[in-house]
Nanobody, 127 residues
């Protein structure tokens, strides 16, 4: 069973919104895992976008998305959501959900800190 499955990507005009979801039904101990979103384009390495702590009480964002994106989690339903508002062409990327099974530090911004990854979902914002 795939641990993490993303959905909600698509094509949206600049200034629009999208809501990405990550279903972690295959991930045991979800509520003990810090969760994050990363993104990648063909020309750039995968980069950190946002993270949420195990309880959901703490969140952290890359400067490029601060004030526009909101990460949240629902431990009862094993889901993580990334609400993206005021989207820009530079937000175009494949977005990945990731789980840090044994969070040791906060915030979890390093790709190496995450143990499980989804398959990714494409977000396209035409210029």
């Amino acid at each position: 069973q795939v641990p993490l499955v993303e959905s909600g990507g698509g094509l949206v005009q600049a200034g629009g919104s999208l809501r990405l979801s990550c279903a972690a039904s295959g991930l045991a101990f979800f509520s003990n895992s810090a969760m994050g979103w990363f993104r990648q384009t063909p020309k750039k390495a995968r980069e950190f976008v946002a993270a949420v702590s195990t309880s959901g009480g703490s969140t952290y964002y890359a400067d490029s998305v601060k004030g526009r994106f909101t990460i949240s989690r629902d431990n009862a339903n094993n889901t993580v959501t990334l609400q993206m508002n005021n989207l820009k062409p530079e937000d175009t990327a494949v977005y990945y959900c990731a789980a840090d099974r044994f969070p040791r530090s906060w915030p979890n911004v390093g790709e190496y800190e995450y143990d499980y990854w989804g398959q990714g979902t494409q977000v396209t914002v035409p210029s």
